[in-house]
């Protein structure tokens, strides 16, 4: 099998080209390392079966010129960040909802057999049931969630017009192994990486907002799953543990985790312009329909992140000297 994985360098995208590497699948990763980032992907780089495509989700040519070769799409490339969709809205249309139409456009002319598209828990906005399940209203209240329901849309108007088999996949917040530390990286990364250096992890707001936190190891499973099975394409599944944890609880058990010696305070900032309260998956779906259900609980999840991040860490600080 031939795989397109769009954002193969990021966060999720390198796990999964991980895998299917070295399952044998001959695996197409296209970023533009904005987001992404080389090291993620070192293991592979230099495998026969795996071919890295430096450019962007917009460039129709390049995807045209890899196309003829694929037979599934797994679409992760997007602006995945609140903070930075609100400052930079446009980019995050163009990126997420006119790199989307270009890849289903591109898929459709070449009859590519199964699209994953990765959607989001974000779309949903703050909770207004529990736990959340795929019909819950869109609710978005800013524009990445917009952005990401947008383009959802594309991809069931091209399931109903062109009969494009897609899945659109909702992961609730995924965290561990080579996600970002820094910039707009992940709570669990970004706290991680300040407690690990002796600062205390920044909340916005009371840090009484929670999210539902799924290992990384889980969401892979899920994707490989989708992409074994053979059920009808257009069904949104959502992907979460079923638990959510408020972020001040999160950042203090993230503490404890570390083991510093001094005692460590979270320190409470100004909330984020629409901060979502409150998230929960419910994943009975997925469970009906893939027979997936997560493995990782939250504190086993956070327990092997926190061991690889402190080896990860002491390994680079070694390369410094």
């Keep these: 099998m031939n795989i397109l994985i769009t954002g193969g360098a990021g966060f999720i995208g390198s796990h999964l080209c991980e895998k299917y590497v070295?399952?044998?699948?001959?695996?197409?990763?296209?970023?533009?390392?904005?987001?992404?980032?080389?090291?993620?992907?070192?293991?592979?780089?230099?495998?026969?079966?795996?071919?890295?495509?430096?450019?962007?989700?917009?460039?129709?040519?390049?995807?045209?010129?890899?196309?003829?070769?694929?037979?599934?799409?797994?679409?992760?490339?997007?602006?995945?960040?609140?903070?930075?969709?609100?400052?930079?809205?446009?980019?995050?249309?163009?990126?997420?909802?006119?790199?989307?139409?270009?890849?289903?456009?591109?898929a459709r002319?070449?009859?590519?057999?199964?699209?994953?598209?990765?959607?989001?828990?974000?779309?949903?906005?703050?909770?207004?049931?529990?736990?959340?399940?795929?019909?819950?209203?869109?609710?978005?209240?800013?524009?990445?969630?917009?952005?990401?329901?947008?383009?959802?849309?594309?991809?069931?108007?091209?399931?109903?017009?062109?009969?494009?088999?897609i899945c659109i996949a909702r992961p609730f917040n995924t965290f561990g192994p080579k996600q970002k530390d820094h910039g707009y990286g992940g709570a669990i990364s970004i706290f991680t990486k300040r407690v690990l250096s002796g600062q205390p992890p920044i909340i916005y707001g009371?840090?009484?907002?929670?999210?539902?936190?799924?290992?990384?190891?889980?969401?892979?499973r899920a994707y490989d799953l989708i992409l074994k099975s053979s059920k009808s394409p257009g069904e949104v599944i959502n992907f979460g543990t079923g638990k959510d944890i408020k972020i001040i609880d999160l950042a203090n058990r993230i503490i404890e985790l570390c083991g510093q010696k001094r005692k460590i305070e979270p320190v409470h900032v100004a909330p984020r312009p629409s901060e979502i309260k409150q998230l929960r998956a419910d994943y009975s779906?997925?469970?009906?329909?893939?027979?997936?259900?997560?493995?990782?609980?939250?504190?086993?999840?956070?327990?092997?992140?926190?061991k690889w991040y402190t080896s990860y860490r002491f390994a680079e600080w070694e390369k410094l000297g």
């Design 285 to 306: 779906r997925a469970k009906k329909l893939l027979g997936w259900e997560p493995k990782y609980a939250l504190e086993r999840g956070l327990k092997d992140f926190v």
């Design 109 to 165: 002319r070449y009859d590519v057999e199964k699209i994953i598209h990765t959607s989001t828990s974000e779309v949903y906005g703050s909770a207004r049931n529990l736990p959340m399940n795929e019909d819950h209203p869109l609710c978005a209240p800013h524009p990445y969630g917009a952005s990401k329901i947008a383009a959802d849309r594309l991809c069931y108007a091209y399931i109903q017009t062109y009969g494009l088999n």
């Design 22 to 106: 070295s399952e044998g699948e001959t695996v197409f990763c296209l970023d533009n390392l904005e987001n992404g980032d080389i090291s993620n992907i070192y293991n592979v780089i230099t495998k026969k079966n795996f071919k890295l495509m430096h450019g962007d989700i917009r460039d129709s040519n390049l995807l045209e010129k890899a196309m003829p070769r694929i037979d599934t799409i797994i679409h992760l490339a997007a602006q995945i960040h609140v903070d930075r969709s609100i400052i930079e809205p446009k980019l995050t249309y163009d990126v997420n909802v006119l790199g989307t139409l270009n890849l289903l456009e591109v």
């Design 206 to 220: 009371d840090g009484n907002q929670t999210r539902d936190y799924m290992y990384i190891n889980d969401l892979v």
